[in-house]
């Protein structure tokens, strides 16, 4: 276990949204033991006084950690995002404030892959129609409207990691896979770039949707995409509630033009389990409803919780930003021996001279520097042999530097 500027037992963790027990434990075995979970997101109030006392915080999708929040937050160091989307996050804010967010980029792929196959032969098969009219007393044994998935055409927006999973679980059952995506991907197995948005609504029996919410992505499928889509085809959205129109949405269903959808993620999402849903959706029996569970699986949520929780540690241990989706990303050696000092500040001329000048001014050596810059932010980390109270007041001198945003020694 590597000691911190400050004890570790003075290092809070805050875990919201009832984020796995692993990270937890995670967490604790690196020595961390000030460690606050809630089961839930908390009200804006609340979340604002926690974060008050927080150096680490993590959070799932709920949890907003806006400018205000953020503003809160004066002593918190890292966030983390304990989920694939990082949208709820003021990601700019962040950065400004020298705080890098690590996200699980992979650990729910599969588990969304796995809803969005067995939702397609649900819909396809008309079984949430057939299921609600057994439990009211119905019996409809009629194949009319019910199809094999095989050989059908499945469109694919956002060939990422989710898209990609579908693509190839898809292809396995025999259908036919075609996407769209602004950037050139390379397509796996037999699966097709559509040409467009477009030619992909046209061409398929089933629409999936597998986009990040971005300015580019709001409102991407409204009332001409659907006009767009074949007669009687599907429409899947466990991406982003701001990417479909869903009153366009729900009036394609009620239309007729569309069979049916599955919609997993909503404009507005209640803020917890006791609050009510309400969307022009409820009541549509063609149409499959559940409460942002795409990644809710316990293999995911284990994951999840280890893969951040172990960013996060080493990120306080050892400054490590690897994979950080906001920050400069250095990956580092352990620093035995050295006093490991971190330098966050706003990228602007002279700031490296000043650092190295508050070393070589004092006359200790630099056992070793990693530097990582972008246009608006640099991270130097500095290994040095020193000691103890000459660690701190060169960590003083480091935070006295113009553009510093923040500073932290590593002993
Ligand atoms: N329902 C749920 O519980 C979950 C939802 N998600 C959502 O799924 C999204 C996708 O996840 P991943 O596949 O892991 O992300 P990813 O980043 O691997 O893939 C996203 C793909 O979308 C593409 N893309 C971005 N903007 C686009 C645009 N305007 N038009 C077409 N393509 C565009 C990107 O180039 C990329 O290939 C996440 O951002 C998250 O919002 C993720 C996990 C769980
Ligand atoms: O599990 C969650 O809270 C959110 C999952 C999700 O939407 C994501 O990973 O982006």
Known sequence: M????????????????????????????????????????????????????????????????????????????????????????????????????????????????????????????GIVQKSAQCHRGGWSKSAAGSHEVRGKTLGIVGYGH?????????????????????????????????????????????????????????????????????????????????????????DALARGHLAGAAVDVFPVEPEGNAEAFASPLCGMDNVILTPHIGGSTLEAQDNIGAEVAAKLVR????????????FPEVTLPGHQGSHRFLHIHRNAPGVLMKINEVFSSTGINIDGQYLRTDPELGYVVIDAASDRDQAGRLRE??????????????Y
């Open 2 to 125: 590597s000691p911190t500027s400050f004890p570790k037992s003075d290092i809070r963790v805050l875990l919201l949204e009832g984020i796995s027990e692993t990270a937890a434990g995670i967490f604790a075995d690196a020595g961390y033991s000030d460690i606050r979970r809630f089961d839930k997101a908390l009200p804006v109030p609340e979340l604002h006084r926690e974060l008050r006392e927080a150096h680490i915080v993590g959070i799932r999708s709920r949890t907003r950690l806006d400018a205000a929040a953020m503003a809160e937050a004066r002593k918190l160091f890292a966030i983390g995002a304990f989920c694939i989307g990082t949208n709820q996050i003021d990601l700019a804010t962040a950065k400004h404030a020298g705080i890098p967010v690590f996200n699980a980029p992979y650990s729910n792929t599969r588990s969304v892959a796995e809803l969005v196959i067995a939702e397609s032969i649900m819909l396809m098969r």
């Open 397 to 410: 001198r480091l935070a006295s530097i113009d553009g510093t945003l923040r500073t932290r020694v590593l």
């Open 315 to 326: 990120y306080s241990d050892n400054g490590s930003t690897l994979s950080a989706v906001n």
């Open 162 to 250: 989710i898209g990609t999973q579908v693509g190839v679980m898809a292809e396995a059952m025999g259908m036919h896979v075609i996407y769209h995506d602004i950037e050139t991907k390379l397509a796996l197995g037999n699966a097709r770039h559509a040409g467009s948005l477009d030619a992909l609504l046209a061409a398929s029996d089933i629409v999936t949707l597998h986009v990040p919410e971005t300015p580019a992505t709001r409102l991407m499928i409204g009332e001409a995409q659907l006009a767009r889509m074949k007669p009687g085809a599907h429409l899947l959205n466990a991406s982003r509630g701001t990417v479909v129109d869903i009153d366009a949405l729900a």
